[in-house]
């Protein structure tokens, strides 16, 4: 490892660590982030485009952590694709509910300048529940559907229980809203 790519991991670490003890995300200011890694003030701008970039990859370090550790089964269970992809929807779904302090603040930030990790990680998945019976490009729009879908619904939570009346935040209801979603896609 060179010294740059230390330089931006001691950063990263630094983000978890004061994501760890912030209640609020805003807390987080680059003087914070620069004393608790011992780095220049002007580093963050260096490595990253942004301080919201950096807090970004953090926050996707720490629930992608997370969610390797919850998945690592699901890869060898003998599930239909139907139900492997439930429950990665439900599971991510569920993480995002034990992190909802980082997520709401970090979704705007991911749904406009974020990677399409999870869509990406579905998409076998979706491929497979379909067999050939959809194109490349369908089963990328239904993963990229499905998984956006779910990021703004948990952003806009409050919004969409009084439309909907299904609370997000409750996990009988999510997993309810989850197997919803799956029926309208896949038959």
Same mark, same amino acid.
Request: negative net charge; contains cysteine; charged residues 30%.
């Given at each position: 490892?060179?010294?740059?790519? *230390?330089?931006?991991? %001691? ?8 994501? %760890? +003890? ?12 620069? +004393?608790?890694?011992? &780095? ?15 807090? *970004?990859?953090?926050?996707? =370090? ?8 919850? #998945?690592?089964?699901?890869? *060898? ?10 429950? #990665? ?23 406009? =300048?974020?990677? #399409?990790? $999870?869509?990406? @990680? ?5 491929? +497979?529940? #379909? ?27 409050? @919004? ?11 996990? %009988? ?6 197997? &919803? $979603? ?6």
């Amino acid at each position: 490892m060179d010294k740059s790519d *230390n330089t931006k991991n %001691q950063l990263i670490e630094a983000v978890i660590g004061l994501l %760890q +003890e912030c209640n609020d995300v805003s807390e987080i200011t680059s003087r914070k982030i620069t +004393e608790r890694a011992k &780095i220049n003030l002007s580093t963050i701008n260096y490595h990253f485009a942004s301080k919201d970039e950096l807090i *970004n990859i953090a926050v996707n =370090k720490l629930i992608g952590d997370a969610a390797d550790a919850y #998945f690592q089964d699901m890869k *060898n269970n003998m599930k239909s694709p139907k139900d492997k992809l439930r429950d #990665f929807l439900v599971g991510i779904s569920d993480i995002a509910v034990d992190y909802k302090k980082y997520i709401r603040e970090m979704i705007p930030y991911i749904l406009l =300048k974020g990677e #399409f990790t $999870q869509t990406i @990680e579905i998409l076998p998945l979706v491929k +497979e529940c #379909f067999q050939e019976s959809k194109n490349d490009e369908e089963c990328k729009i239904i993963s990229y559907q499905l998984i956006s879908f779910m990021q703004l619904v948990f952003y806009r939570a409050d @919004e969409f229980k009084s439309f909907s009346k299904i609370d997000i935040m409750n996990k %009988q209801e999510r997993d309810r809203l989850v197997d &919803i $979603q799956l029926d309208l896609f896949i038959k």
